[in-house]
Nanobody
Framework: QVQLVESGGGLVQAGESLRLSCAAS????????VGWFRQAPGKEREFVAH????????YYIDSVKGRFTISRDNAKNTVYLQMNNLKPEDTAIYYC???????????????????WGQGTQVTVSS
């Protein structure tokens, strides 16, 4: 069982940065791959970024490539999403989610993920 808690959201102006954290409970967090998703009002939840359980591979949607960086520190049971040069269209609730490394997952599909955090609000003003 894994519990996830996001933090680090807030209100910023366009061009500024935020770093989101996803803190996990459980001794085997290093066996879980993690994704960040976001959901804007009236829209479906959208895949943003992914890091494999060992941290060797990362993936991003095109709209955040070059601006967002996902990373993990397994010693701290934490995954981060560094968001630079934020834009108003990045405004959403951001969720982290995890699945065990043995899962045959489609990283952009919410149904591949077994555990979800409660979300943290990111608002970017123009």
């Amino acid at each position: 069982q894994v519990q996830l808690v996001e933090s680090g959201g807030g209100l910023v102006q366009a061009g500024e940065s935020l770093r989101l954290s996803c803190a996990a409970s459980g001794r085997t967090f290093s066996s879980y791959s993690v994704g960040w998703f976001r959901q804007a009002p009236g829209k479906e939840r959208e895949f943003v970024a992914h890091v494999t359980w060992i941290g060797a591979n990362t993936y991003y949607i095109d709209s955040v490539k070059g601006r967002f960086t996902i990373s993990r520190d397994n010693a701290k049971n934490t995954v981060y999403l560094q968001m630079n040069n934020l834009k108003p269209e990045d405004t959403a609730i951001y969720y982290c989610a995890a699945y065990h490394r043995s899962t045959l997952a489609v990283i952009g599909n919410t149904r591949s993920y077994d555990y979800w955090g409660q979300g943290t609000q990111v608002t970017v003003s123009s």
